[in-house]
């Protein structure tokens, strides 16, 4: 009688199979997820780029086609074209006022130290990001903390998208020695720092993201960036 030997695999063959299968299917589940993370940061960096870049720009064109404004604050941070405050700020420029919140304020509105944030006036609960405002006799720095009339020509220039953008500081500036005389024109240094608004994933004073070595960091998810012009007023003066 002959008797067929059957060959197969042993247990050790069959672990050792199933264990490189395993490694396989994790490398490859841990290259999708950084490819993931990957995308979703380069999607974020372009949102904030092309907010940024789209608001500095548009500051840009109403700066050079305004007269001279008055950008002092007397101390106070309310000034006739220019209000600075620590939650966010007012810039009129004779047909246009431009109004924000900073994105602290607007996440948490205690962090305005108690004062009224801009907002709109009557029903309407939307909150300001980024807006501009029909606004020729410049009311709207005359009474900083006058809300803002959602009827009256206002748009919203910020889209917030899926990340939640804002705008995390401003400031206008400039000099006596960039006055010209003869023309009435004037240079103003213009730096707009914006980004993503998860006050958790961000440091302190909101200038960055935190490190991805930090607890709370949300590298895929955060980020900040800064744009700096500088920019000439038309030749009218007021």
């Known amino acids: 009688m002959n008797h067929v030997r059957l060959k197969g695999f042993t247990i050790i063959e069959l672990m050792l199979a199933m264990g490189f299968i395993s490694a396989l299917l994790l490398a490859i589940a841990m290259t999708v997820i950084q490819i993931g993370d990957i995308y979703n940061r380069g999607i974020t960096y372009t949102n904030v780029n092309q907010a940024g870049s789209s608001l500095i720009s548009e500051l840009q064109r109403s700066i050079n086609g305004s007269a001279s404004i008055d950008i002092s604050t007397n101390g106070s941070g309310n000034g006739p074209h220019y209000v600075k405050k620590a939650w966010g700020g007012r810039l009129c420029l004779g047909q246009y006022s431009y109004i924000w919140n900073y994105g602290k304020a607007l996440a948490n509105k205690a962090l305005a130290n108690n ?43 910020l889209d917030v998208g899926q990340h939640d953008l ?32 998860d006050q958790n994933s961000l440091n302190i004073g ?31 003066v007021e």
Do not use: M, W
């Open 206 to 236: 909101n200038t960055a993201c935190l490190v991805p070595s930090d607890q709370d960091s949300d590298p895929s998810y955060c980020a900040v960036n800064q744009f700096k012009i500088t920019t000439r007023s038309g030749n009218a």
């Open 115 to 157: 004062t009224t944030i801009n907002e709109y006036s009557g029903a309407k609960t939307d909150k300001i990001h980024f807006v501009k405002a029909l606004d020729p006799s410049s009311t709207y720095c005359a009474l900083p903390n006058s809300n803002i009339n959602p009827g009256g020509g206002v748009v919203e220039l």
């Open 166 to 197: 804002a705008i995390h500081h401003i400031t206008i500036t400039t000099t006596d020695t960039a006055a010209d005389t003869s023309t009435g024109q004037q240079l103003y240094y213009v730096t707009l720092r914006i980004g993503t608004n």
